[in-house]
Structure formats: structure tokens, C-alpha cells
């Protein structure tokens, strides 16, 4: 039976697995080459494990429709540079970014979500958040990440912010060959900037 006729699920042209309306984001295929990705407007949720070890993707855009990221969900993503969340977001599930050693910065749209346990144990992300939103403080403080205000209101400041992200990293993220996964990882773990710190803008 093919994805078309399935009454239960469907993928996108990328390979990525949905249930049949597209509002749940189930897997996205790990051995896939493509280094960016946006998830399609009615996307809702992702699932536990969604892009877990998918170490080709460099950068991940969700539409102002989602609220849920499921635990586990980027997990082994050894690429992975910058994900972007909307305003909608509520809740990012345990060990969603446990080991992604790349990973340099998350830019979110609105307050805070609830976010689980064991996350950033390779990385030291920087949080890059509106003015006006809430919840923040509590976030630099439990993972001792640095969090910046955007400049301005309505996302301009995130946006030029996301750009220059994106064109830093279009080289792309090599490992050195022969290299075991865990001999990466404790190269680049990071060493932590100091707690709690919330300058208004690194510009």
C-alpha cells in the first residue's frame, strides 16, 4: 500500500512520515541528506524520536501552528546548528537536544515553554527570544544557557538573527574520518559561559 492510499499516514516529499492530516510530525528519515528542513504549516506536534540521529540536517524551521516537541526528538542530531519555534510552542519534551554537539542557537517566538530533563549535555545552546515574553530567566538559570532579547518587536531581530545563522553554517559540519561518535562529542563539549545570564542584545 502505498503512503497515498494509506488511510492512517502520509510523507512528504522529503520522506518524513505524518499522520494522514500532516499535524503529527512521526519520523523524519535519518539517512536523509538534505542539511534544512521546514515542517509543513499544519504541523502540530512532534513525535519522541522524530529526527533522532538524522546527522545530516543542519537546520530546522516549525510553522506557527506547533505545539509539542516530543522527548528525544533530536536526539544523535551531530549537525544540527539552529532550530526555530514558534510563538505556539508549549512544551519540549526530556532529552529533546541531549546530544547535539553542534548545536549553537534556538530561536523562539514567544514565553517560555515547559522544556523536560537531560537536556544540552553536548552543547551550550544560545536562546535567542522576543522582548515581551516571559519565562526566561528560569530557563538561563536551570540550564546555564545564555539567553538574548531580540532587538525590536514582531520577529525582526530574530529574523536577521536567523539569516546570518543560516549562511555561517552552509559550509556545512564535518567529523573526522575514523573518528568514534563518543571521541567527537567529548571534543566539543562545551565549557559552561556562567549562569543565568540575560544581556539585552549581543549586538
Not at 36 to 61: C, H, M, N, R, W
Given at each position: 500500500?502505498?503512503?497515498?492510499?494509506?488511510?492512517?499516514?502520509?510523507?512528504?516529499?522529503?520522506?518524513?512520515?505524518?499522520?494522514?492530516?500532516?499535524?503529527?510530525?512521526?519520523?523524519?528519515?535519518?539517512?536523509?541528506?538534505?542539511?534544512?528542513?521546514?515542517?509543513?504549516?499544519?504541523?502540530?506536534?512532534?513525535?519522541?524520536?522524530?529526527?533522532?540521529?538524522?546527522?545530516?540536517?543542519?537546520?530546522?524551521?516549525?510553522?506557527?501552528?506547533?505545539?509539542?516537541?516530543?522527548?528525544?526528538?533530536?536526539?544523535?542530531?551531530?549537525?544540527?546548528?539552529?532550530?526555530?519555534?514558534?510563538?505556539?510552542?508549549?512544551?519540549?519534551?526530556?532529552?529533546?537536544?541531549?546530544?547535539?554537539?553542534?548545536?549553537?542557537?534556538l530561536y523562539f517566538e514567544g514565553n517560555a515553554?515547559?522544556?523536560?530533563?537531560?537536556?544540552?549535555?553536548?552543547?551550550?545552546?544560545?536562546?535567542?527570544?522576543?522582548?515581551n515574553t516571559t519565562g526566561w530567566d528560569a530557563?538561563?538559570?536551570?540550564?546555564?544557557?545564555?539567553?538574548?532579547?531580540?532587538?525590536?518587536?514582531?520577529?525582526?531581530?530574530?529574523?536577521?538573527?536567523?539569516?546570518?545563522?543560516?549562511?555561517?553554517?552552509?559550509?556545512?559540519?564535518?567529523?573526522?574520518?575514523?573518528?568514534?561518535?563518543?571521541?567527537?562529542?567529548?571534543?566539543?563539549?562545551?565549557?559552561?559561559?556562567?549562569?543565568?545570564?540575560?544581556?539585552?542584545?549581543?549586538?
Amino acid at each position: 500500500m502505498t503512503a497515498t492510499a494509506n488511510p492512517n499516514y502520509t510523507v512528504d516529499d522529503c520522506g518524513v512520515l505524518f499522520d494522514k492530516g500532516k499535524t503529527k510530525l512521526i519520523k523524519y528519515p535519518c539517512a536523509a541528506s538534505h542539511q534544512s528542513y521546514t515542517a509543513p504549516e499544519t504541523v502540530k506536534s512532534v513525535d519522541d524520536g522524530a529526527f533522532a540521529f538524522a546527522s545530516a540536517l543542519q537546520d530546522i524551521d516549525f510553522p506557527a501552528s506547533l505545539t509539542t516537541v516530543g522527548e528525544s526528538a533530536f536526539d544523535w542530531c551531530l549537525g544540527l546548528g539552529y532550530v526555530c519555534f514558534p510563538a505556539t510552542l508549549r512544551t519540549i519534551g526530556a532529552g529533546a537536544f541531549t546530544t547535539c554537539p553542534s548545536l549553537e542557537d534556538l530561536y523562539f517566538e514567544g514565553n517560555a515553554p515547559t522544556i523536560g530533563d537531560n537536556q544540552f549535555w553536548y552543547s551550550s545552546p544560545v536562546f535567542h527570544v522576543q522582548e515581551n515574553t516571559t519565562g526566561w530567566d528560569a530557563v538561563a538559570e536551570r540550564f546555564d544557557v545564555e539567553v538574548v532579547i531580540g532587538e525590536g518587536s514582531g520577529g525582526e531581530g530574530l529574523g536577521e538573527a536567523r539569516g546570518e545563522a543560516a549562511g555561517g553554517r552552509r559550509s556545512g559540519r564535518s567529523f573526522p574520518e575514523g573518528a568514534e561518535a563518543e571521541e567527537v562529542l567529548l571534543a566539543r563539549r562545551p565549557e559552561r559561559r556562567g549562569k543565568g545570564r540575560v544581556p539585552r542584545s549581543r549586538r
